[in-house]
């Protein structure tokens, strides 16, 4: 479960110990908040993306987070899809009560408003921390993405968090609205999960389109990442087929991870439980797999 007393044990509460340890030349090993300087790493901000529905981006968002938090990064989780799937895997307490949400803050960043202090709204998680969300974020998408600037808003709210952060992993709805051109625009690489679906691998398409007309407007830097095959059975034919299209239609242009998270009933007794996999059972299958996906990525760059 996760504390939604934000609060004391969320480490960018740590206040002016925080802000000496910033300063100081040498930083405190305990101290994950990376110093400015030449021994700086950029903090690394990946949405998980896809239009299709149930393909694994809530469970991706938060296994991938988990893995990486148990390297020793500093993580935070952004919970951008109304359905606030994220919000509930991860154990936070009545998201439908929080003042705080990705609702608010992106309303106030549209607004033009000053944001609150992190420590109001983000709150710390089994080795991660999450800004949660609830259906409230809906109404984003319905009454404010038309508005000029709306697709920046996201972006806004990520900046100051950047230096606090090592990674920072957005999980999208399944949609390629407002939200997740948000998601996008705020983004360094995009992570997409497909499963051996006919129809999971036929909504790239239209994923990839939004990516270059992102790049092309918004966000040049943001790239994709690559193709995460997830909730694989490698023996069934359904796999075979589906991977050999997806090998034969992108690999030429888009990368395809080496990792492949096998199907497991682990994961969905996890969700039940409101926990990552990694904490439900450390050496199963899928969490072995969440970990090596994380290695791997982090020797992407
Ligand atoms: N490796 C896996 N093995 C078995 N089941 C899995 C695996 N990964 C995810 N699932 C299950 O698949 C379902 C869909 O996963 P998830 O909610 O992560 O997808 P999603 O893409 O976020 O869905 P949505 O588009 O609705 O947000 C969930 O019930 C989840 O528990
Ligand atoms: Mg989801």
Redesign the pocket.
Known sequence: MCNNRTNQQNPVNKGIAALVQFFMPQGDPENKIKMKGSDKQMCKIYAIA?M?????????SLNLATALGLTGKKVLMVDL?P?G?LSICAGVENPDKLTHTTYSLLNAALNEEELPEPREYIIPCEKIDIIPCNIKLSAFELNRGHEIGAEKALQTVIEPLKELYDVIII?T??SLGILTANALTASGGVII?VTPQLLSAVGMKMLIKTIQKIQKHVNPTVTIEGVLM??CDTRTNLYKEISEIMEKTYSQTVRIFDTI????????EA?LRQQSVLIYDENSK?SLAYKKFAEELMANG
């Open positions: 896809s299709k529905g149930g393909v694994t981006k809530t469970t991706t899809d359905q799937s999980d709805p399944p999960p997830s909730m998270i096998p199907h497991s009933t682990k994961v969905g969700n899928p």
